[in-house]
């Protein structure tokens, strides 16, 4: 069974899924303002309906690759109260950072470069959902960065 971080991840993609490709061409571009806000949308009630949000983090470079780091947090107006209580012990926390290579080429209009867009989504999402699943129930940070390498997602 999932716990309360998947369960909110999963809630956080379905409130974006007629936005996905917008947010990921956002994501392979390194656009965003460092603590802006990535999805959801920040429109209505959406950050007390949903219960949490992925913000931009800093852009880094590895290996010659650049990458932008995006972090999931929870809203401390949130309507579940469980979520609620989490983020009200610590409303800045940050609960799983994602790093998501910057690839201008997966922005190009091509089939492939498509291709790699929705690749680098997919797997945007799986870490997410796996960060969330690794910080368990009660949301303890295991400070690790889920690293995504733009390759496909597992089934």
Known sequence: MPNLLVKNVRKMKDASKGNMRSIYRKMVGGNGTLGARLLPTQSGNNDAKIGGRVDNGERITQ??????????QLNKNAEDPSLRKLANQNPHKV???????????????????????????????????????ENGEEGETKGNIKDNKGGKGKK
């Open 63 to 72: 290996d010659s690759q650049p990458y932008k780091l995006y972090k999931y």
């Open 95 to 133: 609960y799983v950072t994602v790093k998501v290579p910057i690839v201008p080429e997966a922005l190009n209009g091509t089939p492939e470069g498509d291709k790699k867009l929705e690749e680098i989504g997919a797997k945007f999402w799986e870490d997410l959902e796996k960060g969330a699943e």
